[in-house]
């Protein structure tokens, strides 16, 4: 198996992930448990399968930016192995919602900026259009809901724009990535690999 092929089954699990998470999340709200569980279980799945997505993500942004692209790469995977590891300890009963709510909402931030940030170097002409817009549009999500929620709970309307934004524009380019790269249309450079 390549690194693309790894990367596009990850993105792919990860678009699952994200909408399976999205219908527990709503459940969970509109009737409680056990959906919230299920909830941060779908959560550290994508956090987890996101990763593999941000290496491939940063190696192709390399050819272009290497420091950048770099840095950026190891932002977005510190949120994603942050929260996770929240999400992880909320499954594991080692902390309440109440407490781990802030420090899992500012990790999900971190993989929002992660996401603008990427996208905005994939503008450059790194990813295939318009993978870059549906990157911006779910780390904007991502940080929308992460705000929305500090400053008006669930019920806030930034929280719920933020995210339905996540979870369409997050589906669509973990989707589209996924089958570029298992294609094969999407390749990292021979001098990254």
Request: hydrophobic share 60%; net charge neutral.
């Amino acid at each position: 198996m390549t690194i693309e092929q790894l990367a596009g089954w990850s993105a792919l699990l990860a678009a699952a992930a994200t909408v399976v998470g999205a219908v527990f999340v709503g459940l969970f709200f509109s009737r409680g448990e056990p959906w919230g569980t299920w909830n941060d279980i779908a959560s550290v799945v994508l956090m987890l399968a996101m990763i593999p997505v941000a290496l491939v993500i940063g190696t192709i942004e390399m050819e272009r930016t290497t420091t950048v692209a770099a840095a950026v790469t190891a932002i977005g995977i510190g949120g994603m192995l942050a929260a996770a590891g929240f999400q992880a300890a909320l499954v594991a009963r080692l902390r309440t919602y109440e407490q781990l709510l802030r420090p899992t909402l500012a990790a999900g931030a971190v993989v929002g900026v992660w996401y603008v940030l990427a996208g905005f170097l994939g503008l450059g002409g790194d990813l295939p259009q318009p993978l870059p817009w549906w990157m911006i549009a779910a780390g904007v999500g991502y940080v929308a809901i992460g705000y929305g929620f500090a400053v008006g709970g669930q019920r806030h309307r930034l929280a719920a724009l933020g995210g339905v934004t996540l979870a369409v524009a997050s589906t669509v380019f973990l989707a589209w990535l996924g089958i570029l790269l298992i294609a094969g249309k999407l390749v990292v450079p021979s001098w990254n690999a």
